[in-house]
């Protein structure tokens, strides 16, 4: 499986936001979109994830032999900063997403508790998420967007609030999560950006 | 781009929205204390209503708002209205009390030391009649009647009571009353005390049309003409609303803690929670404190519902109020609901 952007191209009304983008994001590696503020790295996000369209050119998603537009449904989200349920457990944070794929109660607490695991976040499953320190918090995010098992992550700066020692142990859970499927990373963060298989530098596209 | 579905089912919705509302950490904790304040305040506002209206219709009742005197339309016609017919109007719907009352004569009573108006009256105008042999007019004496009453050509050891303050058209409150006697079976003038909730002026063609009289047609009016009529104050009052403006603030405050939310809702977006859901909790987000309130304010009328007028009015008010919270709440809340889940994410 593959994400393609052949000729891309974003506009909002007369700015450029960027043009003539070619890339291809490939499952089994962990791709960083780099460039300055405003280079269009969380708008290219965005379109690959469906949420926005590109002005020019074509994106597309290649499953085996068949291509199709960017579905919403087959990406999960971790933003910038840390957005959690702040009163509510990490492991009702997690079950979020799982139930939002139509899984039972039972099947979403086991599928969130293997996605605190993954991330190494057994331990703090049961406490409130407003208690979590802020790499703990991103991690969470990454496990409510494992637990959904969906084939894309793309993650929008998720270093933006860490420090050294954390942004490092985010990189190893980023490695880890190659197998999952296709990871983009928009960053600016020179430490996600050397852990990356791929980098794509929206300054020089 | 394509519209974006999810499979929530709607108890795990129910589950999140109640969750979020239950949580004593929760910001929108206080939306359920919020709502039975409101609904207590509600109930409240109905009693204060029904109370100034009770207060206003005494006023109008001593003042012979409710009285219906019936006698002579032309005063030179000697008419005679049956007894039998005005005692039977006490019990027509609508109408409380309706008899005779003559002035006899005034009398020596040594239990007062002094010479007080003595009336006779039907026991269907003055229903204390039926269970002593006199009653005390309530202006002459401040506690109780003496037990015992002597009136010179009636008794020497009569039964008595205090009677309830009536209306002063009938003038009963400054005498002392006895049952008229059975041989009066006619008399020029009839009284009839109308429900105070009804209007009198309405009622008098009616009880004109029920009477037996000869010598001259009869006119009924009342023995008062009030200048503003209490029940159509009640009936036209803008505070009947207040139910509804409540639960419409309430509506407000729960879309305004919403609105503080974004990235609580990001974390439901971006996990793929679709807009409809997302609108699922917040309309369950409103629709449990607006049912809490709608249904306090519904108890709290049930508790004082002897006192309050129109119960089942004040009850479909506080449910109006309820859903009023539920639909405001939850169209307010839309605008949250179409934000992109990634600037929801920005929130903090």
């Known amino acids: 499986m593959y994400v393609k952007v052949t000729d891309g191209s974003l506009r909002f009304a007369e700015r450029t936001v960027f043009h003539g983008i070619h890339a291809q994001f490939v499952s089994g590696e962990v791709s960083a979109i780099v460039g300055p503020s405003g280079s269009g790295k969380s708008s290219l996000l965005a379109c690959i994830a469906g949420e926005l369209e590109l002005s020019t050119g074509t994106l597309e998603i290649a499953t085996g032999s068949s291509t199709e537009p960017p579905d919403p449904t087959n990406v999960a989200w971790v933003p910038q900063g840390s957005n959690a349920l702040g009163p509510r457990s990490a492991m009702d944070n997690v079950m979020i997403g799982p139930l939002a794929e139509g899984s039972d109660p039972s099947t979403a607490a086991q599928l969130a508790r293997d996605a605190l695991h993954r991330v190494g976040l057994s331990s703090v499953a049961h406490q409130r998420a407003r208690t979590l320190s802020g790499g703990e918090l991103q991690r969470l995010a990454f496990a409510r967007a494992l637990s959904t098992n969906r084939p894309i992550i793309l993650a929008d700066e998720p270093s933006a609030s860490l420090d050294a020692k954390n942004t490092h142990a985010l990189a190893d859970l980023l490695a880890a999560l190659r197998p999952t499927g296709i990871v983009i990373v928009a960053t600016h963060d020179p430490i996600l950006i050397e852990s990356a298989s791929r980098v794509l530098d929206l300054r020089r596209a | ?348």
């Open chain 2, 1 to 348: 781009m394509r519209l974006r579905r999810d499979f929530w089912t709607f108890s795990a919705l129910a589950r999140e929205a109640w969750k979020t509302l239950i949580d004593a950490r929760s910001i929108f904790y206080v939306l359920p204390l919020v709502a039975v304040l409101a609904g207590i305040t509600g109930g409240v506002l109905a009693l204060d209503a029904s109370v100034n209206l009770d207060h206003q219709l005494v006023v109008a009742d001593r003042a012979g708002a409710n009285v219906l005197t019936v006698r002579a339309a032309n005063q030179r016609d000697k008419v005679q209205i049956s007894r039998h017919s005005c005692e039977a109007l006490a019990s027509s719907p609508d109408i409380d009390a309706a008899g005779l009352a003559l002035p006899l004569r005034d009398a020596y009573v040594p239990q007062f030391g002094r010479t007080v108006p003595v009336i006779g009256a039907s026991a269907s105008l003055l229903p204390q009649l039926q269970s002593a042999d006199a009653v005390v007019g309530s202006a002459l004496t401040k506690g109780g009647a003496p037990s015992r009453l002597t009136i010179p050509g009636a008794g020497n050891a009569l039964t008595s009571v205090r009677g309830a303050p009536q209306p002063d058209a009938i003038g009963t409150n400054s005498a002392i009353v006895l049952p008229l006697s059975v041989r009066t079976q006619s008399a020029s003038t009839c009284f009839v005390i109308i429900n105070p909730l009804r209007n009198a002026t309405r009622a008098a063609a009616v009880v004109v049309a029920e009477l037996d009289a000869v010598g001259g047609p009869v006119i009924a009016q009342p023995a008062s003409v009030p200048t503003f009529d209490p029940v159509s104050g009640f009936k036209a009052r803008q505070d009947q609303f207040l139910p509804v403006v409540l639960g419409a603030i309430g509506g407000l405050i729960s879309a305004a803690l919403i609105a503080t939310q974004g990235s609580a809702w990001a974390a439901y977006r971006l996990s793929g929670t679709s807009r409809r859901s997302l609108a699922t909790i917040f309309t369950l987000l409103c629709a449990v404190p607006g049912g809490l309130y709608a249904l306090t304010g519904v108890a709290f009328t049930a508790v004082v519902m002897m006192v309050v007028h129109s119960p089942g009015a004040v009850a479909l008010e506080m449910l109006a109020g309820g859903c009023a919270w539920t639909a405001i709440g939850a169209a307010a809340s839309l605008f949250v609901v179409a934000r992109q889940p990634t600037n929801l994410a920005k929130d903090r």
